[in-house]
């Protein structure tokens, strides 16, 4: 349910955890053992959280945006994009800023190589990244939710 979200918030650079198909028992001792938030849509699952001294938050959102500015309105991230802590949004490890593009040479094509500047590579699943034109759907993104974290204050 929250796939969507969780990959944003790595792109953001939060260290996230996502289970699509788990035992709630199995997520609240996760989350306790590892003294991570639990971000959830399952009212049940909250109230079990919050009973067994898990931090967790109720998401209503509507969109992406909604549960972004409510994050953002509790002070647990900071709706920015910053190039040297953004992590990975499939694996969740940290990126590598590449410094020098021959290291990516062979396995980017030549057209996006020349066109763009700035690549990370994963450091868990070696997947490549980089600055390109989808970048300001992200910004749209991150500026609609600012604008809503007024409601969630
Ligand atoms: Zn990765």
Known sequence: MLGKLSRWLRLLGYDVLYFHDIADDELLRKAKESNRVLL????????RAVINDVEAIMLRGKCLEEDLALLAA???????????LTRCPLCNCKLKIIKNKDEIKNIIPPNILEKYDFFWVCNGCGKVYWL??????????????????????
């Open 40 to 47: 959830t849509k399952d009212f049940t699952l909250y109230r």
């Open 74 to 84: 509790l002070n647990l991230i900071k709706l920015e994009f910053n190039r040297e």
């Open 132 to 153: 390109g034109s989808h970048w300001n759907s992200i910004n749209k993104s991150l500026l609609k939710a600012k604008s809503l974290i007024k409601k969630f204050e």
